[in-house]
């Protein structure tokens, strides 16, 4: 692969999914279940397989499973994370609007461009209330 065509939104959307989980425990990397840029790559990685032209060994059908799969780990930890800060904010208008976060994040829907909108507005409203990684 040549850098000039690497795309860089593709390592910040996984550093920007391990740094909300980090924020919302207060917790260093694997420092709590999900808090690991590896798993919204695994997610990533599922998605570009099921993109023409990869080539795989695997049927379409399991593809897609993997894909499923890999989403729903990162939904269920984002929704966690989501629950946890909500514990810590005590800002009525915060924590309704990580209320509708969390449940934009439907069990049947594995939209990425979701996933990303909850994880940067999500992120803004942690940030907004001094939640930090460490």
Do not use: W
Request: charged share 30%; glycine share 4%.
């Amino acid at each position: 692969m040549q850098l000039a065509n690497f795309d860089k939104n593709f390592i910040m959307d996984a550093m920007e999914y391990e740094c909300l989980v980090r924020m919302a425990y207060g917790c260093g990397r694997r420092g709590s279940p999900g808090a690991d840029a590896d798993i919204y790559r695994r997610m990533e990685h599922a998605l570009n397989h099921l993109s023409p032209p990869y080539i795989s060994t695997k049927s379409k059908e399991d593809l897609e499973y993997d894909y499923r799969v890999a989403t729903a780990k990162v939904k269920g930890y984002i929704a966690d994370a989501i629950e946890k800060a909500m514990k810590e904010i005590y800002n009525a208008e915060d924590k309704t609007k990580l209320q509708e976060l969390k449940a934009s994040l439907h069990m049947h829907e594995y939209k990425k461009d979701t996933i990303d909108k909850v994880i940067d507005e999500a992120s803004d409203i942690f940030l907004k209330h001094g939640m930090q990684a460490t």
